[in-house]
């Protein structure tokens, strides 16, 4: 059986971050409907990039002291500007030299999932009821 298989996985959600606490509301209920999906060999994480905290890396040290071997970082973040296209691999790159033993990978932005995308537009067509 491979190891990875019984090692917890990661999930640490990567948004821009705020001044005013309620700003994370709805990335808070986010990881929580995700907790509540994944089941308890996942640990799932908060991260932001700025003004809040944890940072990636602390949320990654977390995930890889709870015995995480592979994590992926999700950017809740529309499209790729320039903290997507330019800060966030520095991140990781510095995640994955701190943790060498780790898989760290990150994907593209939540909003330029086409899944995303749907349940946005319906979101909107049902506003014109």
């Given at each position: ?19 005013d606490a ?33 940072d990636?890396?602390g949320?990654?040290?977390a ?22 296209r ?11 030299a ?13 909003g ?18």
């Open positions: 059986m491979n190891a990875n298989a019984l090692s917890p996985r990661g999930i640490v959600l990567f948004a821009h971050g705020a001044r309620r700003w994370a509301e709805p990335f808070e209920r986010l990881a929580a409907k995700l907790r509540a999906l994944s089941g308890s060999g996942t640990q799932v994480s908060l991260a932001y990039l700025e003004l809040m905290t944890p990636l890396a949320a990654v040290a995930q890889v002291a709870a015995g995480c071997t592979s994590i992926t970082v999700v950017p809740v973040f529309f499209g790729q500007g320039g903290h997507v330019r800060d966030l691999p520095l991140a990781i790159d510095a995640c994955r701190a943790h060498p033993h780790v898989d760290i990978r990150g994907t593209v932005p939540v330029e999932d086409d899944a995303v995308l749907d349940a946005l537009a319906a979101y909107c067509l049902r506003q014109l009821s």
